[in-house]
């Protein structure tokens, strides 16, 4: 099943994203997601026993924890 077959969901016209997707996002494994949800940083929901992300809050997480800062070089 290619990406555009996939069911997306959606809370009040908000794109919900699941952890495939966020993993291929973030270039990291599920156990990372789930350090980020441990530690508060990466808010999420569970509907059905399933794990969700609001496509705002990634991107919030994305900018907040992610970004490197950006410096003068070689500092």
Known sequence: MDQS???RYEINGERLL?????????SCSKRTL?????????????????TYYLES???NFIREYLKKPTGEPGK
């Not at 699941?18 to 973030?26: H, P, Q």
């Not at 980020?36 to 509907?47: E, K, Y």
């Open 57 to 59: 809050e990634v991107r």
């Open 18 to 26: 699941n952890n495939i997707d966020l993993c291929f996002m973030l």
């Open 34 to 50: 789930q350090r980020f949800q441990a530690s508060g940083m990466l808010p999420h929901r569970r509907i059905d026993q399933k």
């Open 5 to 7: 077959e996939r069911t």
